[in-house]
């Protein structure tokens, strides 16, 4: 009856989204076995502080960035967000692999992922593929992906460290909890058409409560840590 068909189709999506969930894991683990061997190939993930919305203070390392209780003057730079209140890394990517991790521990609200290098800056927006963002969201332990429709998302544990992978050629954008070594959501069948960008989003300070900043981590390969805060831009044939 049409019972068990239901039951035949979720146990085929439950099998599809397990494949993927190993395939994508295996990925990863891929890449930081790649990243091991390969010291050329990797990039410095920074912040671009000619990005930062004007209510974001970006550490001088690079590495971390905060919301201000006030809006600053910035020079006016084209580059510049100002009305979505997020900071893009230095580096943008058309082809290959990346991946790096970013540690949202304190934080309770955070968005992540990449976008497309060409998104209005100025205007305000709601983040969507169809808006060129890839996006992951927390507030208050409830994760979203920012899909469209968006997905909330039921995770085990809200993560403390997120891994963000992209694979620009299968059109993939997947995140990750490092610590639990779990998928949370994967985008996939993208396409992608130019250069892609790291997207960094810290919730308001929220009285104190949301003190956390968004710290671009180390990432830990094999037994061995790559200097800070690596972006890996490998081909593989």
């Known amino acids: 009856g049409s019972k068990n068909k239901q039951e035949t189709t979720e146990k085929q999506a439950e099998g599809f989204i397990k494949d993927l969930e190993q395939e994508i894991s295996e990925a990863v683990d891929q890449l930081k076995e790649t990243l091991n061997e390969e010291f050329e190939d990797l990039f410095e993930a920074d912040l671009d502080p000619d990005t930062a919305h004007p209510e974001l203070v970006v550490c001088d390392d690079g590495k971390q960035v905060q919301r201000s209780d006030n809006r600053k003057k910035c020079p006016h730079n084209p580059k510049r967000f100002l009305k979505f209140v997020c900071?893009?890394?230095?580096?943008?990517?058309?082809?290959?692999?990346f991946y790096f991790e970013v540690q949202i521990k304190y934080m309770t609200k955070w968005i992540l992922g990449v976008v497309r290098e060409s998104v209005n800056r100025k205007?305000?927006?709601?983040?969507?593929?169809?808006?060129?963002?890839?996006t992951v969201a927390e507030?208050?332990?409830?994760?979203?992906?920012?899909?469209?429709?968006?997905?909330?998302?039921?995770?085990?544990?809200?993560?403390?460290?997120?891994?963000?992978f992209v694979d620009y050629e299968e059109g993939l954008v997947s995140f990750h909890n490092v610590d639990h070594a779990t998928l949370i959501y994967s985008f996939t069948g993208c396409s992608f058409m130019e250069k892609l960008c790291p997207l960094f989003y810290p919730g308001v300070?929220?009285?104190?409560?949301?003190?956390?900043?968004?710290i671009i981590c180390p990432v830990m390969v094999g037994d061995g840590i790559k200097p800070t805060g690596q972006v890996s831009t490998l081909n593989f044939n």
């Open 87 to 97: 900071v893009l890394g230095k580096q943008s990517f058309s082809s290959g692999r």
């Open 123 to 134: 205007e305000a927006i709601t983040p969507s593929p169809d808006e060129g963002y890839w």
């Open 139 to 164: 507030h208050k332990n409830i994760c979203v992906a920012l899909d469209k429709p968006q997905v909330c998302l039921s995770l085990q544990s809200v993560p403390e460290k997120v891994g963000v």
């Open 205 to 214: 300070n929220d009285d104190g409560k949301n003190s956390g900043r968004l």
